[in-house]
């Protein structure tokens, strides 16, 4: 595929951003769509003078600007969406996702091209039985709880890729991510509670905790999910097939902010503010446990994350730290 074209939705992101920068030293060219709502034009501008990019600010919504961008595309890879409601925006969250990846896949229809589909660790729920494999079974709760509208989403945009590629044979590869993060983060929660816990550290400020902070969480840097989408995007024998893209080295939440104060080497004591589900929604609810299985990934896709967290941890903060003494940063 070298020298081929793949289209990106969500470029400006960063797992977008990440992924432009690893095709395009591969020999690909890289053609990326963002409406810059989330991402940002930072982290893809070392790119704009390279003849093998193009970049078009363009809202996956939008069936006929994709269909022009999407022209001559050998692959897809889908990563445009909005992300769990926290604090509300289901509705978006339902349409947004739905709506973008119909429109995907009906441009992959039409020019006949291979979709690599981002998918999430969400989708899992709260099934209890651990770790979650690609066949596991999921479990939501009830559908006035708003935050499972990411899963509900996400889950009908995997049976939507499954029904493309029965009914009109496209190619569709659906990977689930665990908890990435890595430099290019955005700097609030919707990059994570890594990058929150960060920033709080670093400006001295209170961290805060959701819940009581025992829930664990699996985390992946970023240049070990990049092999992973590259080979989804390169193997045939990824086609038609779920991967879970993660690291099996869990730790809790509150244990993160003290491996990341430890990590950030400040002066001050560590300041925690545990803050209560109820503050974030009536009826919110959190997933306790999370990790992945990846011996499917490891087997078909030769997935193997090398980075483990405290050395990716050490990296991000030194890119935040960076980022940091350059620009304001006032989101929350």
């Not at 664990?216 to 779920?242: H, N, P, Q, S």
């Not at 080497?265 to 209560?276: A, G, M, N, S, Y």
Request: aromatic fraction near 10%; charge should be neutral; proline fraction near 4%.
């Amino acid at each position: 595929m070298e020298n081929k074209k793949i289209l990106i939705t969500g470029i400006a992101g960063f797992i977008g951003s990440h992924l432009a920068d690893e095709l395009l030293a591969r020999g690909y060219k890289v053609c990326g769509i963002d409406n810059l709502s989330m991402g940002k034009i930072e982290n893809i501008e070392h790119n704009l003078s390279n003849p093998q990019f193009v970049f078009k600010k363009i809202d996956v919504r939008n069936l006929s600007l994709l269909k022009e961008t999407a022209s001559d595309s050998v692959a897809i890879v889908h990563l445009a969406a909005f992300k769990i409601p926290r604090y509300g925006n289901s509705l978006d969250t339902l349409l947004i996702n739905t709506k973008g990846t119909e429109n995907v896949f009906e441009v992959a229809k039409e020019i006949g091209c291979k979709v690599i589909f981002a998918s999430t660790s969400d989708v899992y729920g709260k099934n209890p039985n651990l770790p979650f494999k690609e066949d596991s079974n999921l479990v939501y709760g009830p559908s006035n709880i708003a935050r499972w509208s990411y899963a509900v989403s996400k889950l009908f945009d995997e049976h939507m890729a499954f029904g493309y590629q029965e009914s009109f044979g496209i190619p569709v590869v659906i990977l689930r991510f665990f908890g990435a993060y890595g430099p290019r983060q955005h700097l609030s929660w919707w990059g994570g509670p890594q990058s929150v816990f960060i920033s709080a550290i670093l400006k001295d400020e209170e961290i805060q905790i959701h819940g009581d902070g025992t829930q664990r969480r699996t985390f992946i840097y970023i240049e070990d999910l990049i092999y992973g989408v590259m080979a989804a995007i390169e193997r045939k024998d990824a086609i038609g097939e779920i991967f879970n893209l993660g690291t099996t080295e869990e730790i809790s939440i509150l244990d993160l902010a003290r491996l990341i104060k430890k990590l950030c080497d400040t002066k001050d004591e560590i300041r925690l503010k545990f803050v209560p589900y109820s503050s974030l929604s009536s009826n919110y609810e959190d997933v306790r446990r999370r990790i992945p299985d990846i011996a499917k990934a490891q087997s078909i896709l030769g997935f193997q994350p090398k980075i483990n967290l405290r050395e990716g941890i050490k990296m991000t903060i030194g890119w935040q730290r960076n980022i940091l003494g350059k620009i304001p940063v006032t989101e929350k």
